[in-house]
Every structure is written in C-alpha cells, then in structure tokens.
C-alpha cells in the first residue's frame, strides 16, 4: 500500500519540506522543531499513546500570543499543500490505478455498443443531452482568490517536474518557482479582512471559466468526438454542447439584501465582459492562424473576392468585440455609452454566423483539418457559454412575492391576498394573468422591499431570453406561488416565456411536490406557457436539515418518481434541478455516484444541478480535472437515460419506508425536541464564532432573531464539521438501520445495498461520514467548552454515532469502514496529523474568547484554525 501512493507522499513532502524551510527563514528554526514536535506527538496521539496526548495538549495550551497564528497558519498551510498534491495525483502521470479511473464515457459506449443500446440509440440520447450545471456561492470558497491562483500555479510546477527529460538547470528552476511560490503563499494574509460582495462571488466563478473551463469545454468535446467517432465512425456536430453552466452568483437574492436588481444588473454586464474579452482573445489567435486564401462562393462573395477572406471577417469581429468591450465597461462604470448596438455584438448568432461561414468554407476547400482547429474550439465555446458566458439564474422567497401581492391589493381596495386562501388566489391570479389591462398603477409607490422585487422583474424583462436561466422560487409549496411570480413579471413588461421553478425544501413540501405540478398543469393557461416543458427544483440542504439525512433522502427519491408520473400524464417533459451541496449533509458526494441512483425514468437525458462553493474548485479549478468531470458528468447522464437503474422492489420501499420514519423521528427527537440541544450546539461547536469569518456575501441566518431553524444549512453543516462530529450527516440514519436490523431485516438491507443504487449510495455517503468523524476530538470540545449539566447529550450523541458506525459495518460485511475505496480512507489518513493540532487550538482559543480575554492575535488564529480544519475536511459546509 506505501508503493501505491509513492509519487504522492514524495509530492506531500516535498511541498511540506520547502514550506518548513520557508517558516525556519521566517521564524527561526526552534520555532520549526516545535511544529514538527506537535506533528508527530499528534501522530502517536493517533496510535493511542496518552502520554504524547497529553505532552501535545501542554504545548498547544502554552503557546504564547505571538506564536498563536504562526503556528495555526503552519498547519493551516501543510494541509492546503497537501490538497494541492492530493489533486494533482489524480491528473498526474503517476496516478495510480485506483485514484484514476478508465475515462468514463469511453467505458459506457463500449459497454452500450457491445450491449443492448444500438448505435442510434446512444447517438440521439447524446446529441440530445442537456445537462446545465449551476454555480453557487454559497458554502463560500473559504480560500482567497489570490491564494487559489498561487496554488493553481504549484499544480504546473508539479508537472513540469514530472517530466523525465528536464535538464538539472531546468530542474532548479522549477524547484526555485515553488519555493517563491509557498513563500507568498506563507507571507500572505489568507483570511479576507472584508466580507465578499455579491460581484466578487460572480468575478470569482468568472475566474473559474477562464482559467479552467474555458480550455476544458473544448478539449473535452475533442475527446468526446474521438472516441464517438472511433466507435460509430460519427462526428459530433461543430455546435454541440452537451454541457452548459448557469449561475447563481449575483441572481440568487433569498436571505440576501445585498443582491439587489443593481447588483444583478452589474453582475450581467461583466459575465458579458468576460466573455467577449476571451472570445476576442480567440479571434486575434484565428486571424494568425487563418491565413489561407481559398474560399467557397459564399466567402468569396461576403469578401468582394479579398486575397485574404478569412482575416476579413475576423478582422471585423475583432472590432466589434473592442467595441463590445468599451460599451460594457461604460456600463459598468454607471455611464452611458456612445458606441451604437449595431457596432457591438448584441446577438450570439453576430458570431455564431460569421463564425460558421469560416469553418464551412474550409471544409469544403478540403481543409477540414484546419477547420477542426482553434476555429472548432471557439464554435464549441460560443455553444457552451455564449456571448454572456453564465445564464444566471434569478432566486427569491415565495413570501417576498406575496408579500407584494397583498400590498398591493391593500392599496387597490381589493382586500388583503395574503389573507385569501389558495383557492381565491389561484382564481385573482388566472384572471389577472388574462387581462389586458395593467394591474400594477404608474403612481403606486410601494415599500422598499416590494420596490425590490420589483425593480428585479423589471430588469428580466429588460434581457434576452439567453441572458437569463431560471427564476427559482424559495421554499415554495402551492401552485399560487408560481402563478404569483408569473404575474408580476407580466406586470413588469416581460415579453419572454421565462422558466419558473418552484423549490421544494421541507419534508412536507417534497411529500407535497406532485400534488402541487399536478394542480398547476391542471390548469389550461399555465400547461400552454409551459410549452411542454417543467423544471422543478429538488431541495437537499433544508430537507436535509428539517428531517435528516436519510429521510430526505426518501423524500426526494418519492417526489421525483411522482414528479416523473405526472408529467407523463400530462405530456409535458420535466427537468428536475437537484440542489446539492458540497458536503454529504447538504446532498453532496461524487457527482456520478448521485445521479445513477436517481429514480428510472427522472433523467431522461436533462438534468440541472448546482456545484457550490469549494466544490467548484476541486472539480472545475484545473483543465485537466474539469475535463474528468465533464466526462463523468456526461457520461453518468447518459447512462441513468438508456441504462437506468431497476424500479425498487415492493418490499425494498416498505423497508425504506419504515427507516424513513424511525430516521426523522430520531432525528427530530435530538434536534427539535431535546430541550438542551441548542446550549450545546452553540457551545460544542464554534458556531456564533463562525458568524465573524468572512466567507459569503449572504447572511448565516435567514431571520436575525431566529434559532436553529432559521440558521442556513452551510453554517450548521459547517460547525458540526469544526467539532469533528458531522452531526447533521448522519443523525436519524443509524438509528434507523440499527432498528431495521432488530425487526430482522438485515438480508433484506443487504440486497437492498447490492441491488438497489439509490440504497447503495445512501450506505456509501454514510461510511465516508462515519470515517470523518473524530468522537474523542468532540468529547474534547465538550470538556472544555460545555457546562457538564449538559455533558448527557454529547455522551448520547457518541452513542448513537457509534451505533451507527456498528450497523453501517454489519451491513457491509467488513472490519474498517471504507474498505472497499483505500484512496479515501488513505486521503482522511494523511490529512488527521494536521487536521487534530488546529482542532486542540481551535478548542483552547474559542475558551479564551469566550471567558472575553482574547488578543487580536488569538482572534486571528481562532480564523486560521477554523480556515485550517475546513480545508483539512474539504469542505466548508
């Protein structure tokens, strides 16, 4: 096993190596030795040695003020380092067979082809695909941007190094450019000093794309192409974009007052910005590379017979992009510009036209190779991202809605809506959605949060249908919810069918989804501007927090097979929108994994699905990963279409059934009913400390005077994690089993873990829960900052984490958890060295904070730990 994953400890040590050699430079060698010292005592504390326990326990509580953030930012770094090797190894050269995998895709055609999917089939299913994944910011990315581009520019070190040709001076030099780099890195502050605006979380996903998937979307439809053309002799058509992303940052508004239609307006601007600058970047690039005199008919005629055809029209393309760029940076600055809408690009089609004339003229003066280059590259991109890079998606409270609704109607004489019930709802808003005339008085001068909501309506009904994705509907639960925003964008002018997707979170509004799209399709008006199709919005963080993990998990499961049943019988086609957090508490884990164990029948070739916070990094930061990604996410796609998994049994979903309901009953039994659980969540864990570190734009709680139901998902996923004892990602789940094996239902269980993916991905995100979670690193947290009157519920949490660790073991039939994925359980290894020191040190500084005796340098490294644990967990919540 140490064989196996040679080139990544050598990685881990180098990087580790230098970053001590940079902290001796700094802080002197005796400062060195001690972080070393605490290290390896962390080590053997690992290996259940007391006495290293409690040498290291000494050290840490000792440290003086001075040495408080050093010594966090030491480990915070070795475990930052680390990820960077651990991401690296799965691109490297040296990646081992178990860390990477045959692509996908390349696996799944040759099992289809030699199976019972023919070969027309597998082509429709792919030419049609449409899978849009959606960029969140929310968990936000706890790295600064800064310290990704440095870490981003380690990971190419790393690879040159791999290359077995380089001179010794080659070498050395590369070797010099780590040593720069961790030494910014380590003299570099890494917590913000201010929290992120709304903009910056867009200009942070626009940094994605271009330093990433911009390369990526092409070289992964160039690899899509081999391979489809290998096996089929087929090409893949020069607009084919099977993949497409969307975004949430600067659209999404519930809970947010800082996302105004002022911000979303900005944030529409620079997605434009970014992409004309990149797709000008590319045209510059073709007009070097075309050169070539030749053309068809059509060019020779569109050029006047130039000597040069191909340059021409880049060369007006280029200006039209200049000219595009100084129009938006006018607008971004609050100006107004002077340059027409003629002379921009204002339409994808003012590229996408030009563009195609190029490559077909190529092609038919036998230079296909060259049209197949760069000129192939940019048709994909303009497919994928457009000329405004990111559909952004726009999301409000269902109540933010209502409540214009009833000021409204208030002023009119009209009565109070919020007062009627669904019924008279659905009958004002079908009548008014009928009507010619304005309901909306030009003299009407609302509220500011109904100007708000407004003011954004507006604004949609302002943009082209391209510029914008969803409108997503918070916690909503009736059909009056969407009839209600529909007409308020009517009301505002909107001329364009926008989607309105309701966003189904609580157990009992998932249990209620299909009755809800069953009544709205019911209705004659709104089945006629579906135009046949319904997206719906599946909600795992709230249903995750409101009910447990496993109950959620049910639910959702049951709304999208009745989802599924009443579109049929509607004949309408649904696109479900899973809301998936980056953590298994919040719906997350590996992306493949996920949608192959969806209900048959709930993909069907569409799917949209959020990629939050850090996750985006780690799937999208790099091209070579993204390029992995794309083909999981396409080929998981295509298989749950023509290969989905078997209808569950009969005795399987009574099964589920009943650890549904023990699982929320347990759950709820802690969470809501346990009168000294909130005492001990906010004193186990560092979650009012969590409200000072400045992560996202959008507040932690929905309501300020609200308790654990109104704290977001993220920051109650994200205390538990400090704690180590991941509480929300397996509390109810258990219990549950443990009944279910009491009623002797354990061959029932494991056939229902072998055949069953749904199940089988349920127990598989469990055991990766269960394996994080350090429950002698929580009793410490509760020895020292829980009054011991509430220290019965922490002994009470352990034991029923243990249960559920012994069921989860039984179940599988093994020793360890995690057995069968080594890769995972050797990541969790290498990382707990690093992780325990700042775990110790977060416990010892949030007792000084606490007792108000804090110095600003142990405020700082209060931040650094919490910084430091998160990258140590890979997730932030």
């Known amino acids: 096993m140490a064989d196996m994953y040679a080139s990544l400890k050598s990685n881990v040590s180098m990087l580790g190596q230098i970053l001590g050699d940079t902290m001796a430079q700094h802080l ?11 290290r390896q005592l962390a080590k053997d504390s690992r290996k259940g040695n007391a006495d290293a326990r409690e040498q290291m326990l000494l050290l840490l509580t000792d440290l003086p003020d001075e040495e408080l953030v050093p010594f966090a930012k030491a480990f915070n770094q070795f475990l930052n380092l680390a990820n960077i090797a651990e991401q690296f190894h799965t691109i490297s050269r040296n990646c081992d067979e178990l860390v990477c995998v045959p692509d996908p895709v390349d696996q799944l055609l040759a099992r289809m082809l030699n199976g019972r999917i023919d070969q027309g089939q597998m082509l429709q299913c792919l030419q049609t695909l449409d899978i849009d994944l959606v960029l969140t910011a929310h968990p936000t990315e706890i790295s600064r941007r800064t310290m990704i581009q440095k870490y981003a520019s380690i990971i190419d070190c790393l690879t040159e190094l791999e290359n077995n040709q380089l001179s010794e001076r080659e070498q050395q030099n590369l070797t010099l450019r780590l040593r720069q780099l961790i030494a910014q890195i380590w003299h570099t502050n890494e917590i913000r000093h201010e929290r992120p605006t709304p903009v910056d979380e867009a200009r942070w996903g626009l940094a994605t794309i271009e330093t990433s998937l911009w390369q990526a979307v092409p070289d992964f439809l160039r690899q899509l192409n081999d391979q489809v053309n290998e096996r089929t002799g087929q090409r893949l058509a020069s607009d084919f974009a099977p993949v497409k ?22 944030v529409l601007d620079r997605n434009r910005h970014a992409a004309a600058r990149l797709h000008l970047k590319d045209v510059v690039a073709l007009i070097g590379e075309l050169s070539m005199e030749e053309a068809n008919d059509q060019l020779s005629e569109h050029t006047g017979g130039s000597k040069e055809p191909y340059r021409d029209v880049l060369r007006q393309l280029r200006q039209k992009l200049r000219n595009t760029i100084d129009y938006l940076n006018a ?5 107004t510009s002077d340059i027409h809408t003629r002379e921009i690009i204002e339409h994808v089609d003012d590229l996408r036209q030009p563009l195609q004339m190029l490559y077909q003229s190529l ?34 409270d269902a109540q933010r809605h209502s409540d214009v609704l009833a000021e409204l109607t208030r002023y009119l004489g009209m009565g ?25 008085p030009s003299h009407w001068q609302p509220s500011a949060d109904v100007e708000e909501v407004l003011n954004t309506c507006r604004l949609i009904a302002k943009q082209s249908h391209h510029t914008l994705g969803s409108y997503v509907i918070s916690m909503a639960s009736l059909p009056s919810d969407v009839l209600t925003v529909l007409l308020l964008l009517k009301e505002t002018g909107c001329q364009h069918p926008m989607r309105v997707v309701p966003l189904f979170e609580t157990l009992d509004d998932l249990n209620n989804a299909a009755v809800c799209i069953d009544s709205l399709l019911a209705i004659d008006w709104y089945r006629g501007y579906t135009k046949g199709m319904q997206e719906v919005m599946i909600g795992y963080s709230d249903s995750a927090k409101d009910a447990g993990v496993m109950a959620a998990a049910w639910a959702q499961y049951q709304a999208q097979e009745q989802l599924v049943k009443v579109c049929q019988q509607h004949s309408v086609n649904l696109t479900l929108f899973h809301g998936r957090g980056g953590t298994i508490g919040r719906g997350g884990g590996p992306a493949h994994q996920a949608i192959l164990s969806q ?38 796609v295509m298989e749950a279409t023509l290969l989905p998994p078997p209808e569950p049994k009969e005795s399987w979903r009574q099964t589920m059934e009943k650890i549904a309901a023990d699982s929320v009953q347990a759950y709820r039994q802690i969470v809501r009913e346990e009168p000294d659980f909130v005492a001990y969540f906010r004193a186990a864990t560092p979650e009012v400390e969590l409200g000072q570190l400045p992560l996202g734009s959008r507040p932690a709680k929905r309501r300020t005077d609200g308790g654990i139901e ?13 704690n180590r004892l991941m509480l929300p990602a397996w509390l109810g789940a258990g219990e549950a089993l443990q009944q279910a094996c009491e009623r002797g239902d354990m061959p029932l269980l494991i056939e229902m873990e072998q055949k069953w993916p749904f199940f089988n991905t349920r127990i598989s995100m469990l055991e990766m829960v269960y394996a ?72 010892e500084l949030l007792a000084r904070t606490r007792k108000g005796n804090t110095s600003d340098s142990a405020q700082l490294a209060l931040m650094l730990t919490i910084a430091g644990v998160a990258a140590g967990m890979r997730n932030t919540g």
């Open 28 to 38: 002197g060698d005796g400062f060195v030795e001690k972080v070393e010292q605490i």
């Open 245 to 266: 992303f969307s975004s949430w940052m600067g659209g999404d508004r519930d809970g947010n007052p800082f996302v105004t239609a002022k911000v979303t307006a900005e």
């Open 331 to 335: 607008r971004i600055e609050g100006h």
């Open 363 to 396: 092609c038919d003066c036998k230079m296909s190779l060259i049209a197949n280059g760069l000129l192939l590259d940019m048709l994909r991109r303009l497919a994928c991202f457009g000329i405004h890079m990111l559909r952004l998606d726009i999301r409000q």
């Open 416 to 440: 109070d809506y919020s007062h009627w019930d669904e019924n008279e709802k659905q009958a004002f808003l079908l009548k008014e959605l009928s009507n010619r005339r304005p309901l909306i």
């Open 599 to 636: 209900p048959p029948g709930s993909v069907d070739g569409r799917i949209r699905v959020t990629e939050q916070g850090e996750m985006i990094r780690f799937k999208f930061g790099l091209p070579k990963l993204a390029v992995q990604s794309l083909a999981l996410y396409t080929s998981a």
């Open 710 to 722: 109104s704290l977001r998902a993220i920051p109650w996923i994200f205390a538990w994690s400090q």
């Open 772 to 843: 994080k979670a350090e429950p002698n690193l929580a009793r410490y947290y509760e020895i020292c900052l829980v009054k011991s009157d509430l220290h019965h519920l922490g002994t009470t949490l352990r034991q029923r984490l243990q249960l559920g660790i012994d069921a989860v073991l039984s179940l599988t039939g093994e020793t360890e958890l995690m057995a069968h994925t080594p890769w995972s359980r050797e990541s969790v290894k290498l990382r707990n060295p690093y992780i325990d020191p700042l775990n110790f040190l977060q416990t």
